[in-house]
């Protein structure tokens, strides 16, 4: 067995008997299970995500875990649990809506099975600088595309940051659309990663992050496309040559809660949890952005063979990517591609 799974497989386990004990009314901490402590007892909150402890997600998580401690005198516990330990990219969703964990911060475009809007991260060249992407969030479009998960059980609490991404492969360096023709790339989830690719003569597979430095590894394809942290954090240096400095398209966070656990909340609770999550959305920008600088150095120094852009050579990408405007700026929303479009 792997060792990932077994480590998986024995969190579960543990897990499951933490909730036996609970429900037996034998164990205390309790919580988690809709939010309704009661007077004296601590509530537990499992805070499940897919990267390492050291990226920006996992240094947030662990902040928030910290201050949500501190903020509400210890009667809240967050339990932050890295590398897709226990849920991968697909089960994390689920497991929120059954409020087995409570807390997630999927990147953006897996919510693409739920609302379709959210791959607007995903559309090749869009956003032309952080700030652009900062204001969206910030500003009226984010926030109304957030509540459209409010059905689904869902609440979005913050916007975290990871950076731009990039290409990497293993055949040959990647410089003009041409050059990709007949690889094979990961991608996240989603039609638009698909369309990104096809419009580049490649292929593509959805492969959970959990599983994708194995699947490079192996061959099952040639490359992906990541932003400096991730690459990093996840070694892919190891099992990738080639880097292309393309920062195409972006990879940010919605950090979810279970909505009703979060309704349940006593008041004071709410309102300490939530200025923990302010606070530790201001580290997590803030840490994105310095971890995205050193991690790029951290790149070439492992020996990765780094392809940068020209104007035309953007162009030119630009170019290749019309028919993914084409397909998909309605199914997206019209709306959200011109906001971002009028965005500096
Ligand atoms: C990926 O799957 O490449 C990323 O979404 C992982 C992450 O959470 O940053």
New binding site residues.
Partial sequence: MKKGTWVKRTLLAVLSAAFVLTAAGCGTPTGGGGGQAAEGEQIVLKFSH??TPDSP?GKAAQKFAELAAQKTNNRVKVEVFPSSQLYG?KEEMEALQANNVQMVAP?V??LVGFVPSFQIVDMPFLFNSRDAVLKFWDGELGKKLMQTLEPQGFLGLAMWE?GFKNFTNNKHPLKRPEDFAGLKFRT?AGKVLEAQFKALGAGAATIP?GETYTALQQGTVDGQE?TFN?IDTQKYAEVQKYLTVSQHGR?D?VVLVNKSFWDGLPDDIRTALSEAMQEATEYERQLAVELDQQSFENLKNAGMEVTELTEEDREAFRKAFEPVYEEFAEVIGREYIDGVKALK
Avoid: R
């Fill in positions: 897919v990267t997600k990219d990147s475009t897996k990871n996240q992050f990541n991730n990879l966070y």
